[in-house]
């Protein structure tokens, strides 16, 4: 996706979405930090019985994703909300990681 974009949107869309090629250039690696994060959190932590750790962990992450995410658009536009959107995605994975880590599961 990442290196189709610039030549997929404009051929497929029209040229007035060219401004889009480099939020989906971006997005493209939330797959692979929703996916880490899924794995790692409800077929890690939920199935070890640590329940309240991922929704202490989602929860945590779903209050500061707001102020960061207006953050995001302040200093950058869609493109900074785009990447605090994948960034966020990859610390919840951390997140995961880190507690799955720190109980000797993984």
Not at 17 to 39: C, D, H, K, P, W
Not at 61 to 80: D, H, Q, R, Y
Not at 97 to 103: E, N, P, Q
Request: aromatic letters at 6%; glycine letters at 10%; proline letters at 3%.
């Amino acid at each position: 996706v990442t290196l189709t974009a610039p030549h997929v949107v404009p051929l497929y869309l029209g040229g007035q979405y060219r401004e889009s090629v480099t939020i989906i250039q971006i997005l493209a690696f939330s797959v692979t930090a929703m996916a880490t994060g899924n794995v790692l959190g409800i077929q890690g932590l939920l199935a070890v019985g640590l329940q309240r750790t991922y929704l202490r962990i989602v929860s945590v992450a779903g209050l500061v994703n707001i102020p960061f995410a207006s953050l995001g658009i302040m200093l950058a536009g869609s493109v900074g909300l785009a990447t605090w959107v994948v960034a966020l995605e990859g610390l919840i994975a951390l997140a995961a990681l880190v507690t799955l880590r720190r109980r000797a599961i993984l």
